[in-house]
């Protein structure tokens, strides 16, 4: 597979026994130049990351393609400041353009805006608490919290958004990743604040098993 | 030939569901949203639907778009990203009427949108009762995040093609890719050959 960039997926097929396929689209979690790894949310109800997360094992094939998209993505060339707001598994691109960002060298200034439902739910726990010079990590707990939570406790908003994001006037550059009810809300939130609309890029996965 | 998934069963379909689902797409009943930027909200007041590059190049204001001849229809839909949607519902102005207005003899079309988007199509794929501007879904005024005021409707082709906020059509000699097709995406994007990517 050809080097990817940071912000790609992968498309992944499976095939039963009988001929019966499912294939879905996965993004990329590692950096450019990194082996290739990809970040599975398991969704109960859902076909392929069940199978991805519980029955896959070392020996198995499975179809790959990819990388694809070629918008969704950050070059050092593109420059910042980055902000990066992430909805759920929505963080997993967003992880990739980090750890680019982080073995460049890269000086960048970044503000992850991360919204997870709880703290068990938070993915690359250890890795946003420990985050690179320069990169700003603010985390916001929609359902539950733990007691001694110190950070945002309510769905991303306007207000949040205000005291989070880069002033328009910064020229950041914005990836928002998440479902959808998410991306509308933090991109027309930005655009609101004064972002171009050319400076927000989005990427939005349904409820239906992405 | 695929190589098999060890363990892999997957969920069966029923089997009408089969033969009207194009390959590797599954049914959703819900309506996913994707889009590459922020939904554009504009007032109706400025909103134009113009064809440029016709013998006589035309525009319609929304109400004048309005008194168009509208036609229902209700057709399956097929998003790139592998979701399909059944029987989905929408109201607007075949393109037909639109381009019969203009007078023509180009083959292909750029449409162009609020928010920049474009996406090319043949013209043949936009005539002939295939194709519409679709200003309602599902009985109601088409919601924003799914492209209204208007949206292209081209139910044959995957989703991307039928452009949410979609403004105009550039008809043009050439075929050029439009905002996706850029970005390595089919042409022309028909579900039934899975023309996804580029050299599908």
Not at chain 1, 27 to 33: E, L, V
Not at chain 1, 88 to 105: E, K, Q
Not at chain 2, 64 to 80: R, S
Not at chain 2, 97 to 106: I, P, R, S, T, W
């Amino acid at each position: 597979m050809a080097g990817h960039r940071a912000g790609q997926h992968l498309d992944i097929r499976l095939t039963a026994d009988d001929g019966y396929r499912a294939e879905r689209s996965y993004s990329i979690a590692s950096a450019p130049g990194e082996p290739l790894a990809i970040t599975v949310e398991r969704l109960e109800d859902g076909e392929v990351s069940p199978y991805l997360t519980r029955e896959l094992r070392p020996g198995d094939k499975m179809e790959v393609r990819g990388p694809i998209g070629g918008y969704f993505v950050w070059e050092p060339a593109m420059g910042g400041p980055l902000l990066l707001a992430a909805g759920g598994s929505g963080i997993v691109p967003l992880r990739a353009i980090l750890r680019y960002r982080a073995n460049l060298g890269s000086q960048v200034p970044v503000r992850l805006l991360y919204s997870s439902r709880s703290w068990p739910d938070v993915i690359y726990r250890d890795e946003l608490s420990r985050p690179e010079a320069g990169v700003a990590v603010i985390q916001t707990l929609t359902r539950s919290h733990p007691d001694d939570w110190t950070g945002y406790t309510r769905r991303v908003d306007a207000a949040m958004l205000a005291e989070v994001a880069w002033p328009a006037a910064d020229g950041a550059l914005a990836y928002v990743c998440g479902p959808t009810s998410f991306v509308e809300s933090v991109a027309a939130g930005l655009v609101g604040l004064g972002y171009p609309a050319g400076r927000v890029r989005t990427e939005r996965f349904g409820a239906t098993g992405q | 030939m695929s190589p098999i998934s060890r363990g892999f069963h997957g969920r069966r379909r029923e089997a009408a569901d089969s033969a009207r689902l194009p390959p590797g797409q599954y049914l959703t009943h819900d309506f996913p949203v994707l889009s590459a930027g922020p939904t554009p909200h504009n007032a109706l007041a400025k909103w134009t639907f113009s064809i440029e590059g016709g013998r006589e190049p035309k525009s319609w204001t929304w109400p004048e778009f309005q008194a168009l001849p509208a036609e229902t229809v209700t057709v399956d839909i097929h998003c790139v990203t592998r979701w399909s949607k059944f029987d989905t519902s929408w109201r607007g102005v075949s393109l037909d009427v639109l381009l019969d207005a203009v007078g023509y003899d180009h083959p292909y079309a750029l449409a162009f949108c609020d928010g920049g988007y474009t996406t090319n199509l043949p013209v043949a794929d936009l005539t002939g009762g295939k194709a519409w501007v679709a200003f309602s879904y599902d009985g109601g005024p088409l919601p924003a995040e799914h492209g209204g005021p208007a949206r292209l409707l081209v139910p044959h082709l995957y989703f991307w093609k039928s452009a949410k906020w979609v403004r105009g059509l550039r008809l043009r000699d050439v075929d050029k890719p439009g905002f996706w097709e850029t970005y390595g995406y089919n042409m022309y994007g028909d579900p039934w050959r899975e023309q996804r990517y580029a050299g599908d």
